[in-house]
Each structure stands twice: as structure tokens, then as C-alpha cells.
């Protein structure tokens, strides 16, 4: 099926849906959502794109389950993924449109640091083996709001460049190197780690944000396992033709990915922070 017909077939909170938050046209969308709540930056990419194809349209929150079949998934070994009911990874943005016999659609998360990352582990997701989306994986590109420009002229482009060709353009606007792109990624999954131990004990009701924070390092986690995989270079260099042995240093990588455990987060209490930093005060003296 194709991912016009796919995504269009998702139905939304506006018919009593559960699959999205909003799916139809692009121009209804903006129209019935107050501009102060939506980003300045993604309103004016989207007002962009709409002015250039009002026929595009826009799937706002789309949400699926957790592929726990997919083998990318099994190899990353993290079972807290699989702890989660329901359909926990979220979509923030798909801007999707057909021009010319083509269909194209493109993920958007909001700009923050890291974002970028996190987009590439929901196009990742969303392309895995065992996905609806699997045979669209050349029609999908990720990219993060870092500007209005950036996200009209992606949209663009993948109705004029491959997918795989713009896809690599966008990674290499934010990392040279697999080395910048784990260093980034375990800045964010320590933030989140410190974040976590912060919040959650004040929390009465922590669902949501634990979910968040397992997502958010799964995704990591896909993404340096992932990146490191289809990286031929390695392959031949580091691995001499060896795929056993590139996968099993992928692993790695994504074992590296810093976390609290499921259980854990549901067990922190108030002041458990507080006694932690004093009891690792001590040890140091």
C-alpha cells in the first residue's frame, strides 16, 4: 500500500479516532488551530508548504505500537520498550502530499537540542522491518524545526531528490562523524537520566513521563544501532566484510545509551535525589 493511502486511512480525534490527534488537509489544519498554539517556527514552515500545495496534508500526533518483532528491535536488548501498553511512540508532525505520479512524506519534531536525533529513531520506527511503512522507506525523510526554511525546503525537495540522498544531506547539517552523533546522543540520554531522577519523585501521576523517557531511549539507542549498521564504510574498514561482527559492535553502542530502569522510575520517592547526591557526597570524602 502506499504511504499516501496509508496514512491517509488514519483516523483522528475529531471522529472519535485513535490512531492521531489531527490527519486531513494541511490547510484545514492550520485554520483550526490557534497560531499561539502551535511553534512560530513549524507555523510558518507548514503556512510555507500550504501556500506552495494546498493539497498537502498533515498527520498531527500519529501514534503505533512498539514492533517488538522487528529484529533491529531484539538486538537492542532493551526490554523496558516492550513494557509499554497501548501505542506509546508518537509522531509529532508527518506532512505527507503526492505531486506527479510521486508520494512523499516527511517527519517533523519540533527544534531542541538533539532533536534531529530523536526524528531519525521515529523515521527508523517507522521503516523497520515488520512495519506497515516498510516498503515507503524511500519515500519518508526526518528533520527537526531548527528553522522554517529548513523544514518548507525539505518538504520540497523530496518531490525533486531521493529520499536516501536528502536524508544524508540533513544528517550531515548536524553531525560529520557516527563519533559526534554518539557523543550528542549520550549527552541526551544522560540529560534525560538527571531529568528523570528530578521530576518523577514529585509526580503523582508519572505514567506519561515515564513513557516518555523510555521512548526517548529506545530511540536513542535505535538510532546508534542503526546508523552504525548501514554504515558500509565500517563494514569494510573496521570489520573487514564481517557482518557479525559490525552488528555485535552496534550492539555495543547502543548498550552504551545510559538509562533508569522501568521499575526503578516507578519505585523514586521524594528526597531519594537528595539521599543519592548525599550518599555519593560521602564516598567521595
Known amino acids: 500500500m502506499s504511504i499516501y493511502k496509508i496514512l491517509s486511512d488514519k483516523n483522528d480525534s475529531r471522529t472519535n479516532g485513535v490512531d492521531s490527534r489531527f490527519n486531513g488537509y494541511l490547510e484545514d489544519y492550520l485554520s483550526t488551530v490557534a497560531e499561539d498554539e502551535l511553534d512560530p517556527v513549524i507555523h510558518e514552515a507548514f503556512a510555507v508548504i500550504r501556500d506552495e500545495d494546498p ?6 500526533g500519529l501514534r503505533t505500537d512498539v514492533n517488538d518483532s522487528a529484529i533491529s528491535n531484539q538486538i537492542i536488548r532493551y526490554k523496558d520498550i516492550s513494557k ?25 519534531m519540533p527544534a531542541g537540542k538533539c532533536n534531529y536525533i530523536y526524528a531519525k529513531g521515529l523515521y527508523y520506527c517507522m521503516t523497520e522491518p515488520g512495519s506497515e511503512f516498510i516498503d515507503c522507506k524511500n519515500e519518508i525523510v526526518a528533520v527537526a524545526a531548527d528553522s522554517a526554511q529548513k523544514v518548507s525546503d525539505a518538504y ?24 559526534e552523533l554518539k557523543a550528542a546522543a549520550m549527552e541526551a540520554a544522560e540529560a534525560q537520566v538527571k531529568e528523570c531522577r528530578e521530576i518523577l519523585p514529585e509526580l503523582s501521576d508519572r505514567t506519561s513521563t515515564i513513557y516518555r523517557y523510555v521512548v526517548n531511549w529506545f530511540l536513542l539507542k535505535k538510532v546508534l544501532y ?6 558500509k564504510n565500517f563494514l569494510n574498514t573496521i570489520h573487514e566484510g564481517n557482518v557479525r561482527r559490525q552488528r555485535n559492535q552496534a550492539k555495543l553502542h547502543a548498550d552504551d545509551i545510559p538509562i533508569v530502569s522501568y521499575s526503578e522510575m516507578w519505585r523514586m520517592q521524594k528526597g531519594s535525589l537528595e539521599a543519592q547526591e548525599e550518599a555519593e557526597a560521602v564516598s567521595v570524602e
Open 55 to 60: 493539497e498537502t496534508k498533515i498527520c498531527v
Open 84 to 108: 509499554l501498553s497501548g501505542k506509546p511512540i508518537v509522531y509529532p508532525y508527518i506532512v505527507y502530499g503526492e505531486k506527479n505520479g510521486q508520494e512523499r512524506a516527511l517527519i517533523v
Open 156 to 179: 520540497a525537495s523530496l518531490f525533486k531528490t531521493k529520499a536516501g540522498a536528502l536524508q544524508r544531506t540533513l544528517d550531515h547539517d548536524v553531525f560529520k562523524s557516527y563519533e
Open 226 to 231: 542503526v546508523q552504525y549498521m548501514v554504515n
